[in-house]
């Protein structure tokens, strides 16, 4: 069972809401970020060393009291305000013509502690450190973390009737072309009954933002040390979480791009690759895997189709059914000696989003020898890793679009 409440957004006014609004501070370096910027960007507070000439090195103390300068700043300007009552928030996100709708609402980090709030990455000590510092610091989740909730009919009616009857307070199209909705749900009653319904869900997920949400449970956990009086309801006690259904999300494959093929020349590779899959030369044209245990390669100038083949993989193993862990296994560790994914420089991820052209250019332009492409993880395996506290390998999920930070911020400032 988890524990939601409703809070008191600090968000911009409807006329600046486009502009505030910005990209997460982990998918942009500095530079693209000062780019980027425009006056009243949330990048300021959430990249403030773009704020400095040169650009500040971001983990400098500087550069962290300059975030709160920023925030403040931003408050006093009327950029961003804060709602008179506490509200849940629909946030809408529009792709390629699908619509997804998701809750934001506090989360509480006792239920991350206990395991209610379910992980499937794990995190390093200093991203999650810089992270507090800015939490810590500012007294406010600045940015949101990106939850999934098993599907609920009941929650999900509300939302639907809510979107129905109620103008939207933000609309508006990125620089990207993904749509952002938001709606404020300003009846009492609604929210009663959205608090009701969550206490009955039995768990939250982590999709996106591992780091923040360990950071921001890690603070909640320090503010109940440093509070005697502690009784657990406290407003630092929850943190800021866009929660959607499980049913409405969908997960972007994570390619891999290798440097040299440890030592192999393509016509070895493509023989040694035959004794666990089935290897098809499909051209010079872009092939996409079909299918789970299907996976396309890009290899000088071809186009190949790997299927695993049966024996190779265990459909019952949370990890091992995962196509992430085939590839692993059987080509990038068995045939290419990349051994660990989170420290070897010979290998290289790429999203989705960018499309399998990108694989095929890193290739083509001399930079790496073979790429290869994956089907996506579905947000069943996810869960089903989670559930049995298992960890996936690293670089499996995509999520996308990615939240904008800004639109809405939690405080816990007294």
Known sequence: MVRIKPFRGIRPPKQYASEVASRPYDVLNSAEAKAEATERSLLHIIKPEIDFDPIADEHSQPVYDKAVENFRKWRSEGWLQQDPEEYYYIYAQTMNG????????????????????????????????????????????????????????????IVAEWVKNHPAEYDFTAEDGFGHHFWVIDDKATNDRITELFAAVPALYVADGHHRTAAAARVGQECKQNNPNHTGNEEYCYFLAVTFPANQLRIIDYNRVVKDLNGLTPAELVEKLKKNFEVEDKGTAIYHPTGLHNFSMYLDGRWYSLTAKQGTYDDNDPIGVLDVTVLSNLVLNELLGIEDLRTSKRIDFVGGIRGLEELQRRVDNGEMKAAFALYPVSMQQLINIADTGNIMPPKTTWFEPKLRSGVVIHSFEE
């Open 98 to 157: 699908r619509t997804q709708y998701g809750l934001v609402m506090g989360c509480h980090f006792e239920d991350y502690l206990s395991g209610a709030i379910k992980k499937h990455e794990l995190t390093r000590p200093d991203k999650e450190e810089d992270r507090m510092i800015h939490v810590r610091n500012q007294k406010a989740n600045i940015e949101p973390v990106f939850f999934a909730y098993p599907d609920n009919a009941e929650i999900d009616t």
